[in-house]
């Protein structure tokens, strides 16, 4: 610069401003023109504002606008969130008993209700047509729903790794109601302890690997199932087993009816959390009140005893059916399914309705016998 022009050279901040905006130019280019919004001379640029996520809308992490991974440049998206579709409602237990989406069977508990009342009326109706026509084919309708009962137990098994000897099951369950018809609890006994026998034997064929495993959830098949049901048969033999039997359903769904009731309208305190959230002290309550009063009439109408006898065995039923319906919850849980099968609609499969009759069988024939006998 000439020396004239050294005493006239700007200065100030302005033109200091001016000469680093020059320093700082690219080569080849040209600065953006300054905005109001522009940080101040020598201070750090302000960051991107960060976008704020759009309402109903769920970032997905790791993914970009066209399907890149999160390491690969890209702009990341946003996922609308929807409703899950009727196999991601299965996939996730959200469905109802009858594997529909509880949203779509109109019931609170997600419970196909009109279908649910339908099978159970058809069911009442068949067992009253077994007990009056011909009490023999009680027997039958008996043993069917055994050794379905058997296979749908057995497949839940195997899908959790676990065999049991069916075959030598079914054949003992069918040997073990015939035995309670034609000797009574000593014929019920002797069946039960010659058909383990065979279980044992018959598991040695397949190996030692789960040799323990197999035969105790064998033995627990037979247990559960032919065992119990075997009360029902010993309830349905003597002169007045039509009375019998049907106190014990009729009190058995009473509880299993205001239990759904009372559960509905007021349920609010879960019964046991860990092992089913649709059960609450309100059900429970509602379920004994009904199983009560469903005794008392029975036993003072039906059996002309005392009301208190019809009390207690009324709250017998309702707490054994109740502990029964958290056992069968429990070990569909351990199982990490939702029902046994699908055969009847509304209810799942017919374990997921003999888990509180099976039990309740059992009490109902030991009360009767005393309250009532023969």
């Avoid at 237990?93 to 099978?119: F, K, M």
């Avoid at 058997?150 to 079914?170: K, V």
């Avoid at 040997?175 to 000797?183: F, G, K, Y």
């Avoid at 064998?218 to 349905?236: N, Q, V």
Wanted: proline share 8%; charged share 15%; aromatic share 6%.
């Amino acid at each position: 610069m000439p020396a004239e022009d050294q005493n006239h050279a700007p200065t100030g901040p302005s033109a200091l401003a001016r000469a680093r905006r020059v320093a700082a130019r690219p080569p080849g280019g040209e600065t953006a023109p300054e905005s109001e919004n522009s940080p101040p001379p020598g201070t750090a640029p302000r960051p991107p504002p960060t976008a704020r996520p759009t309402p109903g809308v769920r970032r997905v992490p790791g993914r970009t606008a066209r399907g890149r991974s999160a390491s690969q440049p890209g702009v990341t998206f946003h996922e609308r969130t929807r409703a899950p579709s009727p196999s991601a409602a299965r996939a996730t237990g959200a469905t109802g008993a009858s594997g529909e989406p509880a949203a779509q069977t109109g019931s609170r508990t997600g419970r196909n209700l009109p279908a649910a009342i339908g099978v159970g009326v058809g069911l009442g109706a068949l067992i009253l047509a077994s007990l009056f026509l011909y009490r023999p084919s009680f027997a039958f309708l008996v043993g069917g729903a055994v050794l379905y009962g058997a296979y749908e137990l057995s497949q839940a098994l195997q899908n959790a790794g676990i065999r049991i000897t069916l075959a030598p099951i079914l054949v003992g369950s069918a040997a073990m109601l015939v035995a309670a018809w034609e000797r009574g609890t000593s014929g019920l006994v002797v069946a039960v302890l010659i058909t383990q026998a065979g279980i044992v034997v018959w598991r040695i064929a397949d190996g030692v690997h789960g040799y323990t495993r197999d035969v105790t959830a064998s033995a627990f098949t037979l247990l559960y199932l032919p065992t119990l049901a075997g009360f029902a048969i010993l309830l349905a033999h003597p002169d007045d087993g039509a009375r019998r039997v049907i106190a014990f359903v009729a009190t058995v769904v009473c509880s299993d009816t205001g239990g759904y009731v009372a559960g509905v309208l007021f349920g609010k305190h879960p019964l046991a959390p860990i092992v089913s959230k649709a059960k609450t002290w309100e059900g429970f309550a509602g379920s004994a009140l009904a199983c009560s009063a469903a005794g008392i009439l029975f036993m003072t109408l039906t059996f002309h005893e005392a009301w208190w006898k019809g009390l207690l065995f009324g709250l017998a039923i309702g707490i054994t059916a109740t502990l029964g319906d958290l056992g069968e919850s429990m070990l569909k849980r351990d199982l990490e399914i939702k029902d046994m099968g699908n055969l009847l609609p509304g209810h799942g499969g017919i374990m997921d309705r003999l888990d509180s009759m099976l039990p309740c069988a059992a009490v109902a024939y030991l009360l009767l016998a005393v309250f009532v006998p023969i």
